[in-house]
């Protein structure tokens, strides 16, 4: 049983959306610009209730951004590039294109259904040629300026169906596809060079001040500075030496053995040195195996083996043993390490497994740190054991050993970052083609930038063998060189879709240029992005490539802006019975079922009531129906209130209605109302608290009778406020309503109610008013009020005024909380 017409409610008022044009975008140069932008959707198919609790947050602080005078872009658009697409060409046979299409086509719909204030003229999709040309043009102004380039890499091999594979398609090791195992593979990739900016990007993570603090710690442990020293041991018997990276020099003189990544490159030339080559390569080849297939899963026991080469320690000579172990990464820092098993308890855990010696050589404090010598003791100190540095702190002795180095020419000073370079070659079709050509004779060549675009064929074959469908299309990869004409080959790779995503918020700005990716002027208008809301599992990503995008882009002069998004709300989980809302969980609940059951309002007030944006939101089916059952209420009480005509208040319910001391209360209330609301909204998005305080004024309302003609200005006040309020989180109803209150224009583009100090005034006491001594009339008024605004009030009053008719006031006697006698003469 429907409480109330939703659906017809919802069909006419979208109607009269469409028809008004009422989310255009509009020319108001003089009004403040907001920026209001939700992370675009890849186009699954459907939209799930994370979207919509996503894009309900975004609407609402849209709407409401619009209401307080500011002139609001509010794009949406598809991140439509990506694997999905690809699968279903392979497993369907049904094109990527065509099942792209389709799904935003649906999507549209479902959003459309939502009620979402966007202007869909500015919508942008990253998989048509007018979009990606731009990616293709930002890669060669890249490429120009040495930010992307080409280099050897391992990617994920399976060797059954021939193919790389993303990280995400490995599954425990294993081939997502055919259930074999992965192993690593060196292979070219276009890289573009983020580590250039690492420091930039760190520096400026502070100023985020409108982002969460989790995201900003995740950004600052992503990039993960360390400060330390590049230290130099010469290998025996060569003239090799070995580079490694340490964040603790003051241990140096505690070093008793270097440990060496198995993939390291120099093992090729070091090998052939040792006596026991044959053993160490065998443990190599089976600890590479075992990490190629067992990805993503924690890191198991430490295992090494001594290499049977030895280095030279730089300051005391000493001679060390070179083991391999597989605890060290090679693409960090130089990609071995000094073992300090003393004080690091990785170190020490391998020196106790293979034997090996440990040395003391920071000494606790006397006070604290006391140390139990089966463990390393990884805190502060002074430095014993260590020759000419004993004694001093351990910290001081930092620098004093690179100093040392450095006269020595062993070592130097050394920032090193945990970001890497970011890797985009997908061997895949669906994506953006990479606009490089090869040539025999002059080798890489940028596309021209006026032969851009370079499109993605449509007609190849998807067998899901082989690696991309690309690198059988003749058609696509043979051309000839821009160069030489001589005939050349095509990049057949396509770029990882995060590039797409990296720059779109600028799309948005000036979507239909076809001369540049988007004009300065649009771009100095709206970037920084004022409220970007989006899940946390963007936290890193997407969020560091967009920083990064915009500085790089700001750098080549197209954008003022260093930094993408001012402020950041990362919106909460959507949970049923305790975990996330997913597939594979099998615990979805469908937002198109929802919807026709309880409309679109309910649906969008539920997931904003319910939990504050950045939390998790436990779905509740009594929640829903509660939310549901407030606007039913509401339905009605408009709907009787209608029936009682009178004209509608002066501004849109901000109107000076007259009342009654009686009615005193209830006008506070709306006004507090209005107050707190626009505290909520300001402070944080508190949506659900604001909805919450609708909610009373709703229950406040319900005590008046419309049936006493002097209580109806103050309810027709306190209901058109109340719609108001309430359009950003239910705008169907609100609007549906409003005109049955006689208003005919659009709620959007009504001013946003102002809170009056004065209706808040709640504590009124009898103010006696006396002429010539004699009582005249009784005012309700604060206990506070001055004594000129006491006498303003009560020449205002009706009766006083007939009791002054030709008179002269002489004076007037005013005790403070009771009286107000008029002196008068005639
Ligand atoms: C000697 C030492 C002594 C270290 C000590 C620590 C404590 P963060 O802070 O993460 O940068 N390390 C360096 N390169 C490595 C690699 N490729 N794989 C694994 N470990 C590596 O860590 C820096 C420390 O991690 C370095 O400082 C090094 O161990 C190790 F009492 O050097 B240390
Ligand atoms: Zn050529």
């Given at each position: ?14 109607k ?11 020319d108001q140069?003089?009004k ?10 890849y186009?699954?198919?459907?939209i ?8 309900s ?21 598809w991140?439509s590039f ?13 094109h990527?294109?065509v ?48 930010l ?47 580590t ?26 992503w ?12 290998v ?15 241990t ?8 060496i ?64 172990g ?38 606790p ?13 990884t ?12 004694g ?23 920032v ?34 006026s ?58 700005t000036?979507p ?42 700001k ?28 597939k ?23 997931t ?39 004209p ?26 209005i107050?707190d ?9 508190q ?9 009373e ?9 419309p ?5 109806l ?6 209901y ?21 209150l ?15 100090e ?10 006696v ?58």
């Amino acid at each position: 049983s429907s409480l109330y017409p939703f659906d017809e409610i919802e069909t006419a008022v979208q109607k009269r959306w469409k028809q008004e044009n009422a989310f255009a975008l509009r020319d108001q140069p003089s009004k403040k610009t907001f920026y209001c932008l939700e992370m675009f959707p890849y186009p699954s198919g459907r939209i799930h209730m994370g979207h919509v609790r996503n894009y309900s947050i975004g609407d609402a602080l849209a709407r409401y951004k619009r209401m307080r005078g500011f002139n609001v872009l509010h794009p949406m658009g598809w991140d439509s590039f990506g694997l999905p697409a690809e699968n279903a060409a392979i497993q369907r046979g049904i094109h990527p294109a065509v099942w792209t299409e389709q799904n935003i086509a649906h999507m549209k719909e479902q959003l459309s259904r939502l009620g979402l204030s966007y202007d869909w003229s500015r919508e942008v999709t990253t998989c048509l040629p007018e979009y990606y040309r731009w990616n293709q043009w930002f890669f060669l102004k890249f490429y120009e300026k040495g930010l992307a380039y080409k280099k050897e890499g391992l990617l994920n091999w399976c060797d059954s169906c021939l193919t790389v594979l993303a990280n995400e398609q490995v599954e425990e090791g294993l081939c997502w596809r055919c259930k074999s195992p992965v192993t690593l593979r060196p292979m070219e990739q276009w890289y573009l060079r983020i580590t250039d900016y690492a420091q930039e990007l760190l520096d400026a993570i502070p100023d985020l001040q409108g982002w969460p603090e989790k995201v900003r710690v995740m950004q600052e442990n992503w990039i993960g500075k360390s400060e330390g020293a590049e230290i130099r041991f010469s290998v025996e018997g060569s003239s090799l030496e070995l580079s490694v990276f340490t964040t603790r020099p003051d241990t140096l003189f505690g070093v008793t053995f270097v440990t060496i990544a198995p993939e390291h490159p120099l093992l090729e030339e070091l090998l052939p040195l040792s006596r026991q080559r044959e053993e160490t390569e065998s443990f190599i080849r089976k600890v590479l195996h075992k990490r190629a297939t067992e990805r993503n899963t924690e890191p198991g026991e430490k295992e090494g083996i001594d290499t049977g080469l030895r280095v030279i320690h730089p300051l005391t000579g000493d001679h060390l043993p070179l083991w391999i172990g597989n605890f060290v990464v090679a693409s960090y820092g130089t990609g071995v390490v000094m073992g300090v098993p003393a004080h690091d308890e990785r170190d020490h855990e391998f020196a106790r497994k293979y034997g090996l010696p440990i040395k003391e050589v920071i000494a606790p404090s006397v006070a604290h740190e006391p140390h139990a010598p089966e463990m390393a003791y990884t805190g502060p100190g002074r430095l014993i054991h260590s020759g000419a540095f004993n004694g001093l702190s351990n910290e001081l002795a930092k620098g004093k050993i690179i100093s040392e180095l450095e006269t020595r020419g062993k070592g130097v000073r050394k920032v090193t970052y945990r970001l890497r370079d970011w890797g985009i070659s997908r061997q895949r079709y669906w994506g953006t083609p990479i606009p490089i050509i090869y040539c025999e004779t002059c080798g890489t060549v940028p596309v021209p930038e006026s032969e851009l675009p370079v499109i993605l064929p449509r007609d190849v074959a998807f067998t899901g063998k082989g690696g991309s469908p690309l690198r059988d299309s003749e058609s696509f990869f043979r051309t000839t060189c821009p160069n030489c004409q001589a005939p050349a080959r095509r990049e057949t790779d396509t770029m990882d879709t995060f590039f797409d995503s990296s720059w779109y918020f600028l799309r948005f700005t000036d979507p239909s240029n076809t001369a540049e990716p988007f004009s300065k002027i649009a771009a100095r208008q709206w970037i920084p992005v004022d409220q970007y809301i989006g899940g946390v599992e963007h936290a890193i990503l997407h969020l560091l490539y967009s920083r990064f995008f915009t500085r790089a882009l700001k750098d080549l002069g197209f954008v003022d802006s260093p930094e993408p998004f001012r402020a950041l709300l990362t919106q909460g989980m959507v949970l049923k019975d305790g975990s996330k809302m997913s597939k594979s969980k099998g615990n979805v609940v469908d937002p198109d079922q929802l919807i026709e059951r309880y409309g679109a309002d309910t649906v969008r007030l539920f997931t904003l009531f319910s939990a504050p944006p950045d939390k998790d939101l436990a779905w509740d089916d009594k929640a829903v129906e509660g939310a549901y059952r407030f606007l039913g209420r509401l339905y009605q009480r408009v709907l009787e209130l209608s029936r009682f005509p009178s004209p509608p208040p002066s501004s849109g319910g901000t109107g000076k209605t007259p009342v009654s001391s009686a009615q005193k209360p209830l006008l506070a209330k709306i006004h507090e109302t209005i107050r707190d609301v626009t505290f909520d909204l300001e402070s944080n998005n508190q949506m659900n608290t604001a909805i919450a305080r609708l909610m009373e004024l709703l229950n406040a309302l319900g005590n008046g009778n419309p049936e006493k003609a002097e209580e109806l200005p103050l309810l027709r006040e306190g209901y058109t406020t109340l719609l108001l309020l309430l359009s950003p989180f239910a705008p169907h109803l609100s609007q549906h309503l409003y005109g049955l209150l006689g208003q005919e224009g659009l709620l959007l583009d009504q001013p946003w109610p102002e809170a009056r100090e004065e209706a808040m005034i709640r504590d009124e006491i009898p103010y006696v008013i006396q002429i010539n001594g004699k009582l005249r009339a009784t005012l309700m008024l604060p206990p506070d009020i001055d004594r000129s605004e006491l006498l303003k009030k009560a020449l205002e009053d009706e009766r006083i005024q007939r009791n002054l008719v030709d008179m002269k006031l002489q004076k007037e006697i005013y005790v403070p909380g009771k009286l107000l006698n008029l002196v008068v003469v005639p």
